[in-house]
């Protein structure tokens, strides 16, 4: 079975982040790591098309499964947002009492978003929240066909 609509939807979704990205609203770090779902579900939607054929409903599976768990990930990262719940210490700035030229340095670089502040909401939503909707959404529309398939 080719996966052509899922992988269009895909490459949808990777596009547009990039492009937001491009336009200049950074992504923080928990941002960028809720992307790697999208890659490996890309790569697990590619793969039956050349090698795995009657093996796709596997693949689809474990795409919903990303996916389910990226939408997990994505509220959790809504959550930090909204400030329902502290974030990890990567989350915030902090200042240590380290050498002061050393500091001086790091002022002068540009700072990383930080995952607390949402760095876009449309609607009122950050793209963490938007995240969750379509992740939730994917994976439970996949597993459905999955177990269409079974």
Request: with cysteine.
């Given at each position: 079975m080719?996966?052509?609509?899922?992988?269009?939807?895909?490459?949808?979704?990777?596009?547009?982040v990039?492009?937001?990205?491009?336009?200049?609203?950074?992504?923080c770090?928990?941002?960028?790591?809720?992307?790697?779902?999208?890659?490996?579900?890309?790569?697990?939607?590619?793969?039956?098309?050349?090698?795995?054929?009657?093996?796709?409903?596997?693949?689809?599976?474990f795409?919903?499964?990303?996916?389910?768990?990226?939408?997990?990930?994505?509220?959790?990262?809504?959550?930090?947002?909204?400030?329902?719940?502290?974030?990890?210490?990567?989350?915030?700035?902090?200042?240590n009492?380290?050498n002061?030229?050393?500091?001086?340095?790091?002022?002068?670089l540009?700072?990383?978003?930080?995952?607390?502040e949402?760095?876009?909401?449309?609607?009122?939503?950050?793209?963490?929240?938007?995240?969750?909707?379509?992740?939730?959404?994917?994976?439970?529309?996949?597993?459905?066909?999955?177990r269409?398939?079974?």
């Open positions: 080719i996966n052509r609509n899922l992988i269009s939807f895909i490459i949808l979704i990777l596009v547009s990039h492009l937001i990205e491009a336009i200049g609203f950074e992504p770090d928990l941002c960028l790591k809720q992307r790697w779902a999208w890659y490996i579900s890309l790569f697990l939607a590619i793969i039956p098309n050349f090698i795995f054929n009657d093996k796709n409903k596997y693949f689809l599976f795409i919903s499964l990303f996916l389910f768990l990226n939408a997990w990930f994505a509220g959790w990262h809504s959550g930090i947002e909204w400030g329902f719940w502290e974030g990890p210490q990567t989350c915030k700035a902090s200042s009492k380290l002061e030229n050393l500091i001086e340095t790091l002022k002068s540009p700072s990383a978003p930080q995952c607390n949402a760095s876009l909401r449309i609607l009122g939503l950050s793209l963490a929240g938007y995240n969750f909707i379509i992740s939730l959404l994917s994976s439970l529309v996949i597993f459905r066909k999955v269409k398939i079974l």
